[in-house]
């Protein structure tokens, strides 16, 4: 049996880190929780700069070990402390479906959904720029019906046929539009995915201390 008693997670809701805090309850592994103050940036404090260097969230501490950026976290978890049904491993046929949904939630979506975040809600009002906002929005939107028309037709998740840490990775992007008032008009095929998402035991604690969440 693998040694799991060393994992910590450096977290703060809202953030990337929920995403890592999900699998981690997906998979029921035992894990520290150390709290990252967000309230201004950089997160934490110049302790923190000793774990994450860019004193940025989510940072994973395996045994003394340290790795940063969610999605490659969501790979390492399944991988060192597999095997998971929430990984398509490469003998299944939708393999290719996984990893590309699974990178999606973080390459394909993010630009659109950050800018979008920071010109109508996190830059002061008068940094915010109207035209990044409704050039970020109409992208968005884009990136939606590409997950509404090509990720989720016929299907409620978006490889085999189960729950996996792609739906992970774009379900956190999900969310982010809801925090942000910009989820209203996704595709309805989008908003029950998000449903059926939220719904699982696990994002509730994920997800935890958040109003919006559900």
């Known amino acids: 049996m693998v040694d799991t008693s060393g994992l910590r997670l450096f977290h703060a809701p809202r953030t990337r880190s929920v995403r890592v805090r999900w699998l981690l309850e997906e998979m029921?592994?035992?894990?520290?929780?150390?709290?990252?103050?967000f309230a201004q940036r950089p997160a934490g404090d110049e302790a923190y700069g000793e774990?994450?260097?860019?004193?940025?969230?989510?940072?994973?501490?395996?045994?003394?070990?340290?790795?940063?950026?969610?999605?490659?976290?969501l790979q390492y978890l399944m991988g060192r402390y597999g095997p998971t049904d929430l990984?398509?491993?490469?003998?299944?046929?939708d393999y290719d479906l996984f990893l590309q949904w699974?990178?999606?939630?973080?390459?394909?979506?993010?630009?659109?959904?950050?800018?979008l975040l920071a010109h109508?809600?996190?830059?002061?009002?008068?940094?915010?720029?109207?035209?990044?906002?409704?050039?970020?929005k109409r992208d968005t939107v884009k990136a939606l019906s590409m997950l509404a028309d090509h990720g989720l037709a016929?299907?409620?998740?978006?490889a085999a046929d189960r729950f996996t840490a792609a739906d992970i990775s774009v379900g956190y992007m999900l969310f982010l539009l809801k925090i942000i008032k910009q989820f209203d008009d996704a595709p309805a095929a989008v908003k029950a995915?998000?449903?059926?998402?939220?719904?699982?035991?696990?994002?509730?604690?994920?997800?935890?201390?958040d109003p919006v969440a559900g």
């Open 154 to 158: 016929g299907r409620d998740y978006l």
């Open 193 to 209: 995915y998000f449903a059926r998402l939220t719904a699982r035991p696990s994002w509730s604690v994920a997800s935890a201390m």
């Open 51 to 73: 774990i994450h260097p860019l004193r940025k969230v989510p940072a994973l501490e395996d045994k003394g070990r340290v790795m940063f950026e969610s999605v490659a976290i």
């Open 28 to 37: 029921d592994l035992p894990y520290t929780l150390e709290t990252v103050p």
């Open 87 to 93: 990984e398509v491993t490469p003998d299944e046929a």
């Open 120 to 136: 109508t809600m996190l830059l002061p009002e008068k940094a915010r720029s109207p035209v990044i906002a409704r050039s970020a």
């Open 102 to 115: 699974l990178h999606y939630g973080e390459s394909g979506m993010i630009l659109p959904v950050t800018l």
